[in-house]
């Protein structure tokens, strides 16, 4: 399936985000290279996430994650299979109390200035680590003896087919 079929197809089943065709990786990432991508998905919320993702499984069409691009190389053949992109549609930060809830697309520097102009301590020890809050848990960024990973008390998680649940810490490897 071509992919401008396949941005038909989304579009015709509700998702209400961004799609960009053919925009160029250099736009994207930190190291400023890579040819460009095929399509490119802007979901805005939870919804048009799990569009995109069933659209793309029902399809028969891998897709890849994207956060902030932070140190990825990307080829000058560009990419073929349809990027979602986080950002900025899951970019939101809340505090509840001590708790602060922060979208995967929030960039770690975010949420530690974030949390510094709330006067919330714990997450110092991350300063100066690129990336957003869904790359940094996916691989537990950590420095100086902290792990993101012992910070968080639970996460939304979402399978390759788009299925969403929360699941606690302690349930979590």
Not at 45 to 70: F, H, M, P, S, W
Not at 124 to 144: D, F, H, K, Q, Y
Not at 153 to 171: H, I, N, P
Request: proline residues 4%.
């Amino acid at each position: 399936m071509r992919d401008g079929a396949l941005e038909r197809m989304i579009r015709k089943d509700g998702f209400q985000g961004e799609i960009r065709r053919g925009a160029p990786m250099s736009e994207i990432t930190s190291l400023r290279i890579g040819g460009s991508a095929d399509l490119i998905l802007y979901p805005r919320e939870v919804e048009d996430l799990q569009r995109a993702i069933a659209l793309c499984q029902a399809q028969g069409k891998g897709y890849l994650l994207l956060g902030n691009g932070t140190n990825l190389l990307v080829s000058d053949r560009g990419v073929r299979e349809p990027l979602i992109h986080l950002p900025p549609g899951f970019a939101e930060i809340t505090r509840q109390g001590t708790t602060v809830m922060a979208g995967a697309g929030v960039g770690l520097p975010q949420l530690l200035q974030f949390c510094a102009a709330n006067d919330l301590s714990g997450l110092e020890a991350l300063a100066g680590i690129p990336g957003t809050v869904g790359g940094g848990i996916r691989m537990n960024a950590g420095s100086w003896g902290v792990e993101i990973g012992s910070l968080v008390s639970s996460l939304m998680v979402m399978d390759r087919t788009g299925g969403a649940r929360w699941v606690k810490r302690e349930d979590i490897e």
